[in-house]
């Protein structure tokens, strides 16, 4: 009787010591040190603002791609208890005591050091050695940019890892055709879907993979049938719909503006960020550094975030009150209006004055009286511009207007500037003359809106400070706002303004350039994103020694002349396919891309190349050394191949990790092309 309490149960397991040593020691290359430098390290600026406010719950719109992996990296964030209370304003700035570093850089460390035993699986799965299986691991363990992209807040090794996951799904998925349906089918199947989705999440590069697997499984099914016979940019009106962020501040806002209403108005443009109409007490200096004099008027700019400078009242130019009247009178399509601002009562202003930044169009300010012969010019017409009648009134987040200058004609627009030290580094905001036509950086529209009830000053700026109470109903429909943020992510261009470490496509593959991604403040130690130039110009070669031999082959195949046994020739076939094809994939889109590119967005094209060393090595080695004196030479060739990596790895380690300051004879001697940046301080 229950013969199961008379005996242990005992459970076996097969476990490949090879996958766990090389996923040991992936993990100790990617989280060694992992909190050093506890400091902003190049993207990390830019990754950590969307970290912040998702910690804060504040809808934001990120132009670069799709949300996933900001989320991913913001889970690491909240994991870690981290209250978005840090202002990523540099790189180099150090981290607070609140930021936890370790948990932010965790994901990405983790993403890196899984890719290590991945590779061993991916070559181990497509049919080859052992041997090649472990070369391919060592390859991706050593290689330096992988390491120094992983060990930060970035996003590439997370993307690689799913790209790799994708593809070892699939290829495990494929290994079951023979048990279709079953536990372990169906489990590769979603496993592989997810890996795709979730690199397509990740970034839009993403997709390439999914398309290549896609087309590989197409393939294998066309065999197999034969065989067998079978935060801002968004609009307001979508933001106003989301529950939190600008829907508790917008939420019961009156819908019609009024003679009298405050307001905020928000570029509809939203690049080069989100900003509204701003200004304060500081005026445009009477000269600027080229020479020429402005009105010194106060200054009026485009502000990137909430502040109570950005209010405005809209005015009726007949008449003195600020206050709403009972009941309120609408501003329509046509009127002209003045805009008083909020907390110095200043009107906005244009003339023939050039713009700083903008020379070509005027200069916009708040009129100051200095008792001079340049009387105020502040009457603007507006110009609801997707209004159904003339008769339209002028409606909160809904309608997309204009001003247009009485006495010039000039449109007020942002024209995505920054101005200088003195204007704080805000946004120029000018007013257009040459009208060429419709475009969104000279529409706004108004944001938050309540109706003014002070005609004194000082109440006014009470009224301005306090929350604005907000009882209209203009949510968006799901359908709405999930179409409104797809097209806005696929259609938003980021600034394609050149970058100091910028590159083009054709330098990446000769790895002639880097980046310089941190230096310490007081030594010379500092990080770089440099590749291992024995594996980068190794992964080339074999790229290219690929497609010879395929194209070889091919044309002997069509002689009915067969080099290579069938298996070993689909083995070959499919490894092409993957990796060569992950390659080309991951690489020649970007030569397409009218974008600002760096050399990190070579890295997932890369780590497949990479897995295709190993398979040419063994090819070559099986298939085209015709004696035993042949492959030993062959074999000892690689490892001294092998080797010299390693010795490349060592050289660049203070590089990689940043952790060991060199003495400028020591820097120089790493710098073994001329377009490597590396910085060396001046005694």
């Given at each position: ?5 008379q ?73 870690g ?35 290590v ?37 970035l ?47 990740i ?79 500081s ?36 008449r003195?009150q ?10 329509r ?28 169009a ?13 009387p ?23 309608s997309?207007?204009?001003f ?27 007013g ?10 000279t ?88 590749g ?24 002997r195949?069509?002689?009915n002349?067969?080099?290579?046994p ?118």
């Open positions: 009787m229950l013969a199961f309490l005996r242990p149960a005992v459970v076996t397991a097969d476990v490949n010591l090879s996958a766990v040593a090389l996923t040991v020691a992936g993990l100790l290359s990617r989280l060694w040190r992992l909190t050093y430098p506890r400091a902003v390290v190049f993207d990390e600026v830019y990754y950590g603002q969307f970290i912040s406010l998702y910690m804060k719950r504040v809808f934001f719109f990120d132009g670069s791609g799709p949300p996933l992996g900001h989320m991913l990296l913001a889970l690491g964030g909240y994991l208890g981290f209250d978005g209370n840090f202002a990523w304003s540099r790189i180099g700035a150090e981290y607070s005591s609140n930021v936890p570093v370790r948990s932010l850089r965790l994901l990405p460390a983790l993403a890196g050091a899984l890719s035993p991945m590779a061993y699986q991916i070559v181990w799965e497509l049919g080859f050695s052992h041997c090649a299986a472990v070369g391919a691991a060592l390859l991706m363990l050593i290689e330096n940019a992988l390491i120094t992209q992983s060990r930060l807040m996003l590439e090794s997370v993307l690689i890892f799913f790209n790799l996951l994708a593809v070892l799904s699939y290829l495990k998925f494929n290994s079951q055709k023979h048990r279709p349906f079953s536990l372990s089918w169906w489990l590769w199947l979603t496993l592989t879907g997810v890996a795709c989705s979730c690199a397509v999440g970034k839009y590069m993403g997709v390439f993979t999914y398309l290549l697997v896609l087309g590989v499984a197409a393939v294998h099914t066309w065999h197999l049938t034969g065989d067998q016979a079978l935060s801002n940019i968004m609009s307001s009106a979508f933001q106003a719909s989301l529950e939190g962020g600008l829907a508790r501040i917008t939420q019961g806002q009156p819908l019609e503006v009024a003679y009298g209403s405050q307001v905020t108005l928000k570029s509809a443009s939203g690049r080069p960020v989100p900003c509204w109409l701003h200004s304060h007490q005026t445009y200096p009477i000269m600027y550094d080229n020479g020429r004099g402005s009105s010194h008027q106060q200054q009026v700019t485009c502000y990137p975030f909430k502040d109570v400078n950005n209010w405005w009242i809209v005015k009726d130019p007949g003195h600020l206050e709403v009247n009972n009941p309120p009178r609408p501003v399509h046509g009127d002209v209006v003045q805009l008083v601002h909020g907390m110095t009562a200043r009107l906005l202003n244009t003339h023939d004055v050039a713009a700083p930044r903008s020379p070509h005027q200069e916009v300010s708040c009129y100051v009286d200095y008792n001079i012969s340049m105020a010019q502040s009457l603007w017409r507006l110009d609801v511009v997707n209004r159904d009648s003339d008769a339209d009134t002028w409606k909160t987040i809904l997309e207007v204009r247009v200058h009485v006495n010039t004609s000039a449109i007020l627009k942002l024209s995505g500037a920054h101005l200088p030290d003195w204007g704080f580094r805000q946004l120029e905001v000018v257009e003359k040459l009208s060429r036509g419709f475009h969104e950086s529409v706004w529209t108004v944001e938050e809106h309540r109706y003014g009830r002070s005609q004194e000053q000082k109440e006014r700026e009470l009224e301005l400070h306090s929350p604005a109470q907000t009882d209209v109903s203009r949510n968006l429909s799901f359908l709405a706002r999930f179409a409104e943020l797809q097209w806005r992510m696929l259609t938003v261009r980021s600034d394609d303004s050149e970058h100091k470490y910028s590159s083009a496509p054709l330098d990446w593959v000769t790895l002639d350039t880097s980046i310089a991604y941190w230096l310490h403040p007081r030594t010379s130690a500092q990080i770089h994103l440099l291992n130039v024995v594996i980068w110009a190794s992964a080339g070669l074999a790229t290219a020694l690929y497609a010879l031999l395929s194209c070889w082959y091919l044309l195949r069509r002689r002349i067969r080099d290579l069938e298996d070993a020739w689909l083995r070959w076939g499919l490894a092409g396919a993957l990796c060569a094809g992950g390659w080309a994939v991951n690489y020649l889109p970007f030569f397409l891309m009218e974008k600002t590119l760096f050399l990190y967005h070579y890295l997932p094209a890369l780590a497949f190349q990479i897995l295709l060393i190993p398979v040419v090595l063994q090819h070559v080695g099986e298939h085209l050394c015709r004696s035993e004196l042949q492959s030993s030479l062959f074999g000892a060739l690689v490892v001294a191949w092998y080797s010299a990596a390693c010795c490349v790895f060592t050289m660049l380690r203070p590089l990689t990790y940043g952790d060991t300051p060199l003495s400028p004879s020591e820097l120089q001697a790493l710098r073994w092309k001329e377009s490597w940046d590396i910085l060396i301080r001046k005694r």
